[in-house]
């Protein structure tokens, strides 16, 4: 399996404009989740979902971001309008529940997508 | 509101045990502790988790106290590539609300030649 996939890998962005962050999980996970890393705050969960079904926003910072996830196979996290303070690495990550297994399945992380916000 | 406490560095030599302690006095009947790193430039590695037993995989073992306030993480024969930052997570059984995965500030490891 080629693990979850994110793209773009980098990407700078002026003041303003609007950003799309792309995610790829794991086939046959069913829970998917968005992240951000910075120096100051570290890794922050922003939302995640279940079978396509966002569960929890209580993350997500302000009314600019947004995340979708149209089918099992992919999600996007957007910005708009992005501001230099949304500068940091986005992470994403999938998971799979076994039911009446006795503990959660770990997360799969991908590589993040490093958002520089000028 | 962090639920696990480690200190903030420490470093070992390669080919040695690396032992990284965690203490989470707080935590509850059905939580586990799971271990997490972060190498540079990649996202978080999942690396062991465990409830009461200790527990051991082809990467490291856990060890966890009888009264779970604390665990120590093993790497036991460190190497440079071991370098990274180390995340102890408690996390409740199952799914729905209480599914997310805190991360604190972590224990960054220096492996030395």
């Known amino acids: 399996d080629a693990g979850v996939i994110q793209s773009p890998r980098h990407e700078v962005t002026e003041m303003g404009q609007e950003v799309t962050l792309r995610c790829k999980p794991i086939?046959?996970?069913?829970?998917l989740f968005w992240y951000r890393q910075t120096m100051m705050r570290g890794l922050e969960l922003l939302i995640y979902?279940?079978?396509?079904?966002?569960?929890?926003d209580s993350g997500m910072p302000e009314d600019r971001f947004s995340a979708k996830m149209p089918n099992a196979s992919f999600s996007t996290l957007k910005i708009q309008p992005s501001e230099p303070r949304d500068s940091a690495v986005y992470f994403c990550?999938?998971?799979?529940?076994?039911?009446?297994?006795?503990?959660?399945?770990?997360?799969?992380f991908g590589n993040g997508t490093r958002l520089t916000v000028t | 509101d962090a639920k696990t406490t480690q200190p903030p560095s420490m470093d070992c030599a390669e080919g040695r045990a690396a032992n990284l302690p965690c203490n989470h006095s707080?935590?509850?009947?059905?939580?586990?502790v799971y271990w997490y790193r972060q190498i540079h430039s990649q996202g978080p590695q999942y690396i062991i988790h465990?409830?009461?037993n200790n527990e051991t995989n082809e990467m490291a073992s856990l060890i966890i106290t009888e009264d779970r306030k604390s665990s120590t993480l093993i790497l036991p024969h460190a190497t440079l590539r071991d370098t990274a930052v180390y995340y102890c997570?408690?996390?409740?059984?199952?799914?729905?609300?209480?599914?997310?995965?805190?991360f604190g500030k972590g224990i960054t490891l220096s492996v030395r030649p």
């Open positions: 707080t935590i509850s009947g059905n939580e586990y």
């Open positions: 465990g409830l009461k």
């Open positions: 979902f279940n079978n396509n079904v966002p569960i929890d």
């Open positions: 086939s046959g996970h069913d829970y």
């Open positions: 997570i408690v996390r409740p059984r199952g799914y729905g609300a209480n599914s997310k995965l805190t």
């Open positions: 990550a999938s998971s799979l529940w076994r039911d009446g297994s006795s503990y959660n399945s770990p997360l799969h």
